[in-house]
């Protein structure tokens, strides 16, 4: 089961996040104005999330599980971002593990904070508010590793804001990609980045007043 979550978050999250929307405005019967609407918070918040994850990433520059592991990785074409030519943890009470590779394939970008939990909160939050109820009931469409290369044929439904947030973190601990606290601070930047959106760029929409006839 953890293995197969863990790749189910290695679909395009950008198609993942759009076809669940437009699974939602279907299933819901959304005007065009309300799904044109949660079109852009979708959009503008992930965007404005990405900005701020590869900020981080690239202010901290924090090593890859696959450097932390098997520092042998470096000379094979593993994580050459945020560390020096001889990485080393400066503990000698942790041990290094030869030859050691994740479930999935790591990615040529920083560690922390870890993007996958900062745009999966986004949703979750974007979703949660344009309901106005944290029990959002959101289904996913996520590779199916039994099928082709690139598929979204499984699908997963969530019940609530928390439930997606607590996957994600899981997943790509369990992929071998992210730390646990990356996640984690992958949530919290994600939640925070959509409320301050929302606030800001998405305020509620007054009525237009009815025009009195003389």
Do not use: C
């Not at 404005?48 to 098997?70: C, E």
């Not at 560690?111 to 959002?136: C, D, N, R, W």
């Amino acid at each position: 089961m953890s293995t197969n979550i863990a790749k189910f978050w290695t679909a395009n999250v950008v198609l993942q996040y759009n076809e669940a929307l437009r699974d939602f405005a279907t299933s819901r019967a959304l005007s065009l104005r309300k799904t044109a609407r949660l079109l852009a918070m979708v959009n503008i918040v992930a965007a404005d999330g990405g900005v701020a994850t590869l900020s981080a990433k690239y202010h901290y520059r924090f090593w890859r599980p696959v450097t932390a592991i098997d520092p042998t990785s470096l000379k094979s074409g593993g994580d050459l971002y945020g560390v020096g030519p001889d990485p080393n943890d400066g503990n000698t009470a942790t041990l290094e593990q030869s030859g050691w590779r994740p479930l999935l394939v790591t990615p040529n970008h920083p560690e922390y904070p870890a993007a996958h939990g900062v745009v999966s909160s986004e949703m979750a939050e974007v979703f949660g508010t344009f309901l106005g109820s944290k029990q959002i009931n959101l289904t996913i469409h996520g590779f199916d590793p039994s099928g082709p290369p690139g598929n979204l044929n499984a699908t997963q439904t969530f019940a609530t804001t928390s439930d997606l947030r607590t996957q994600i973190v899981n997943a790509r601990v369990w992929g071998g990609v992210h730390y646990r606290f990356s996640g984690e601070a992958g949530v919290t930047l994600g939640q925070a980045v959509a409320k301050y959106d929302l606030r800001h760029a998405f305020t509620a929409v007054a009525k237009p007043a009815k025009r009195r006839h003389k």
